[in-house]
């Protein structure tokens, strides 16, 4: 059990990623894969925003739409390269993430979540619209793939994998510095408790505002390298739908954990894909499910099982030294319930 | 002038729709404390319902909404029991990721069953007629009658009778309503009755101008959450305003402005209010 662990686990799971390659039968296994990871990135996001700092945001699909049209408008109508519009695609995100957040972080619970929704809501129908700008409906064609540092471009299946996979790992250490930092430990204590963070010196809206932009930035980019690999856009990106699978992908894996969001993105699609052959169906079978899963194991998989382990350590602990009080659970776990 | 009344009654309608469905969401919220994002696929379920009831068993339009509001109303109490009920104690997030998943039971139910086709509902109201010497559809007339004999009847029913009373009493206090003897349960699964009933009626009354198709109750339910954002959560009034006003402001803005902005009107409505008013436009206070 301890090689699931810590630096171990982690490197266990990367060495599985980089020989996943040469042990599929075709493309079409490593497609998958390499969308996988762009969604991880997107949902390692949203985990930022809502797991750690507790705000349920509805409009990150929504972001993640605009990172990608921000990289598909430059290169295609505008002639950037790709690398240049990827960054812009995260400036971008950022800006809007931080007038979005100055608006609706004034609203709590409830009202924020629907906030955001209609946001998304905006996003959807101006990308639908704004014909001028988006090419509305008929979408944006043509995006070329990232450019190689070396000349050419990385447009080989195996390549974009590999690709993903360093953005995805890039992402999740810098996720894990954010989390452990102390910029990290003030997000928990506003999602722990508003008022009690507030009390112990912790500026309420600026940190919010700070967990929002930072995390529209991951769904930005993962935007921009939805874009690069698939190389065609629709409104369609921007639909809700989206951001519910990202709500899903977080939550299967386990809800404020690290590793969960990334988990999520991993399972889900390999699930669905295998529940193929129900097509139309699938959300039939998969909608019950997600309530089940809420019903029963709430705090995801990866929650779950922290849990488990952090209660086996206070129980070995007690009864080792029954004087000596019992620390509270790894952070990680310590998700209020 | 007579543009102006036109773009009136059909504001007025679509308000009435947004009114009914409304009320529905804020009835629930006011209860449960449970953004209910399930409500738009009740809607669009009792569209499919009543479509059913009439296409293959040829029902008339009457008994084809009498029998969606009932199938919705038994759809709504089943959440309730099945999803909402064993959630009570978790926490708001998993309550509104729960409603999330019926929604997308719901509506690739509806795609497995009906296909993503739109469909086109009947009305035997399909005429025009004269009214003041305005031509309008007697269907729009029909929405607006239904509207607002329903709104009525509900307002009767929550402040005349003593069932009505334990729903507003529950409403204002679980606690204190379940120690004068309310049965909690009881009100809840009438309240979402009552909340599927009136969505699945909003739907069937609006289908024949409108379209079928399981996307169709993504925007009524946005705008829905929209109007009991700006009327006050869980308040009564707030949805019948708001519901005309969110109407009013689509018919006159895709009139006056432009038709293809004229679903973003309502968001930028409430963007800008609560940009203006955090709290909401009728609400007293924090909630």
Redesign the interface.
Known sequence: MTLLQGKAGWSLLIALALVFPYVVPNNYFLSVMTLSYIFAIAALGLNLI?GYTGQ?NLAHGGFMAIGAYAVGLLTTDYQWGFWWAFAAAGAVCGVLGWLTGM?SL??T???F???T???G??IY??IE?WEAVTHGAVGVMGIPAPAHPFGGEVDTPIGQYYLMLGFLVLGAVVMQRIVRSILGRSFMAVRNGEALAEALGIPLMRTKRLAFVLSVIYAGLAGGLYAGHVRFLGPELAA??HT?EL??FM?VGG?GTLFGPILGSVLVPWLTQSLQFLQ?????V???L??VL??FL?HGIVGTWLHRKARREAAKRAQAAPSIPTVSAPHTGAR?? | MELFFQQLLNGLTIGGVYSLVALGLTLVYGILHVPNFAHGAFYMAGAYVAFYLMGSLGLNYWLAMAGSAVAVAVLSMLAERLVFNPLRNAPPLHDMIAAIGILLFLEAGAQALWGADFHRMSSPYGQLVEVFGLTVALQRLLILAGAVWLVVLLHLFLTRTTTGATIVAMAQNRDGAALVGIDATRVTLMVFAISGALAAVAAVLYAPINLVYPAMGHLVITKAFVIIILGGMGSFPGAIVGGLIIGLAEAFGGFYFSTDYKDLIAFVLLVLILSVRPQGLFSKGAH
């Open positions: 809502t349920f608006l004034r609203m619970g409830h009202v979540s629907i906030f929704l209609c946001v809501y905006i129908l101006l619209k809700t739908h519910f709500v899903m939550l809800i139309d169906y699938r959300m039939v998969f909608g019950p997600l309530i809420l019903i709430p209020h319930a």
